[in-house]
């Protein structure tokens, strides 16, 4: 009843345009420290949650992210108050037209019943506009600050210029040592480390941080190639085939495969431990598995490994969803969604990767 009270309470602050899913979390955090995502694991369960709410319903616009409201009889004289306030005069135009749109897209829903919810809601009335006001006191978390989705296209991107880079400023490499893995490690590479993707591929990739791949792609890989520009790597794969429902046994004979691979090409890796997968933190199935996979990477002596799945956990050995995107994306190498770390997760991982890569290089020399 808490939490549905001071949910409440942010949506009636943003009586005028309504609130995004993003929105109420980051208000929510703001307000009380905590994050919802810890208990709702994904955000399609605290969508589920909101329309539950009494008083809360929800609109989808043509275009545009989902909008949520509140209204009832504790909160209505509030709502009357906010809306009721003048805009200031020196408003940006073009922010004003756009939170008229979402006010007429939100009356048209409202009449025609295109809306969430169980409850009764009469406003506004007649399909009137209300006038938008400006909140000059925090900019970041206002609605108006969302994308135009309706207006301009994307500026499209200019191509990068590979004239003059040759292969090793390409990859991605942490203390002489190069990286190999999927879209973790690729998205750690290409926005931490500077690493630009290679030119012409469908499936995005720089160097051996290739999205969707998987031990048995990366074995292959590594046979394949002609020739190493470092002559030390550091490995973190494995994801991808627990993603894709691999029985553990294969993957584990497919990464003894891999570390051999390396051997015979006079490589010994340094393996890492897999972070936890962030939108199935639910599934005990899948958390077993990773936890399986990562005791085994542990135990394989005589291999050098590296555990980064502590840069996830709390003390509590709970998984840490501040350290991930808000919410799980399609990546170019595979058809199952992925939730990558943001950017307190990278600087987590390579934190932990330069820490345990600098003793390993100082023990080698």
Same mark, same amino acid.
């Given at each position: 009843?808490? %939490?549905?009270?001071?949910? !409440?309470?942010?949506?009636?602050?943003?009586?005028?345009l309504?609130? &995004?899913?993003?929105?109420?979390?980051?208000?929510?955090?703001?307000?009380?420290?905590?994050?919802?995502?810890?208990?709702?694991?994904q955000?399609?369960?605290?969508?589920?949650?909101?329309?539950?709410?009494?008083?809360?319903?929800?609109?989808?616009?043509?275009?545009?992210?989902?909008?949520?409201?509140?209204?009832?009889?504790? &909160?209505r004289?509030?709502?009357?108050?906010?809306?009721?306030?003048?805009?200031?005069?020196?408003?940006?135009?073009?922010?004003?037209?756009?939170?008229?749109?979402?006010?007429?897209y939100?009356?048209?829903?409202?009449?025609?019943?295109?809306f969430?919810?169980?409850?009764?809601?009469?406003?506004?009335?007649?399909?009137?506009?209300?006038?938008?006001?400006?909140?000059?006191n925090?900019n970041?978390h206002?609605?108006?600050?969302?994308?135009n989705?309706?207006?301009?296209?994307?500026t499209?991107?200019?191509?990068?210029?590979?004239?003059?880079?040759?292969?090793?400023?390409?990859?991605?490499?942490?203390?002489?040592?190069?990286?190999?893995?999927?879209?973790?490690?690729?998205?750690?590479?290409?926005?931490?480390?500077?690493?630009?993707? &290679?030119?012409?591929k469908?499936?995005?990739?720089?160097?051996?941080?290739i999205?969707?791949? &998987?031990?048995?792609?990366?074995?292959?890989?590594?046979?394949?190639?002609?020739?190493?520009n470092f002559?030390?790597?550091?490995?973190?794969?494995?994801?991808?085939?627990?993603?894709?429902?691999?029985d553990?046994?294969?993957?584990?004979?497919?990464?003894?495969?891999?570390?051999?691979?390396?051997?015979?090409?006079?490589?010994?890796?340094?393996?890492?431990?897999?972070?936890?997968?962030?939108?199935?933190g639910?599934?005990?199935?899948?958390?077993?598995?990773?936890?399986?996979?990562?005791?085994?990477?542990?135990?394989?002596?005589?291999?050098n490994?590296?555990?980064?799945?502590p840069?996830?956990?709390?003390?509590?050995k709970?998984?840490?969803?501040?350290?991930?995107?808000?919410?799980?994306?399609? %990546?170019?190498?595979?058809? !199952?969604?992925?939730?990558?770390?943001?950017?307190?997760?990278?600087?987590?991982v390579?934190?932990?990767?330069?820490?345990?890569?600098?003793?390993?290089?100082?023990n080698?020399?």
């Amino acid at each position: 009843q808490r %939490v549905n009270e001071e949910i !409440k309470s942010i949506l009636v602050t943003r009586s005028n345009l309504g609130a &995004t899913i993003q929105e109420i979390l980051s208000d929510y955090e703001e307000l009380n420290g905590n994050n919802l995502l810890h208990y709702f694991c994904q955000l399609q369960n605290f969508q589920e949650y909101l329309k539950r709410i009494p008083g809360v319903v929800s609109i989808e616009p043509i275009q545009g992210p989902i909008l949520w409201y509140c209204e009832d009889e504790h &909160t209505r004289h509030i709502t009357d108050m906010i809306e009721k306030q003048k805009p200031p005069r020196n408003t940006n135009k073009l922010h004003q037209e756009q939170a008229m749109r979402s006010q007429f897209y939100y009356s048209n829903n409202h009449q025609s019943g295109n809306f969430y919810s169980n409850n009764s809601w009469r406003r506004p009335a007649g399909g009137r506009v209300t006038k938008w006001r400006q909140n000059n006191n925090n900019n970041r978390h206002t609605p108006y600050n969302r994308n135009n989705y309706r207006r301009y296209p994307p500026t499209p991107k200019q191509p990068y210029n590979y004239k003059n880079q040759n292969m090793e400023e390409k990859r991605a490499a942490v203390r002489k040592f190069e990286m190999l893995g999927d879209d973790f490690f690729l998205s750690l590479a290409k926005l931490e480390l500077g690493s630009s993707f &290679t030119k012409n591929k469908r499936v995005l990739q720089t160097g051996f941080c290739i999205s969707g791949l &998987t031990v048995a792609e990366a074995k292959e890989r590594v046979l394949a190639a002609k020739e190493f520009n470092f002559t030390d790597f550091v490995v973190n794969v494995g994801s991808v085939d627990i993603l894709h429902g691999h029985d553990l046994i294969d993957i584990c004979d497919d990464y003894i495969g891999l570390v051999k691979a390396f051997n015979s090409r006079g490589i010994n890796p340094i393996c890492t431990t897999l972070a936890p997968l962030g939108n199935y933190g639910h599934s005990e199935i899948i958390t077993q598995k990773v936890t399986k996979f990562n005791e085994f990477i542990r135990h394989q002596y005589p291999w050098n490994h590296l555990d980064i799945s502590p840069s996830f956990l709390n003390a509590k050995k709970q998984i840490m969803f501040e350290c991930y995107q808000p919410e799980p994306k399609s %990546v170019s190498g595979s058809n !199952k969604p992925h939730l990558l770390w943001n950017k307190l997760g990278r600087q987590r991982v390579l934190k932990s990767l330069k820490q345990g890569l600098e003793a390993f290089y100082i023990n080698q020399n």
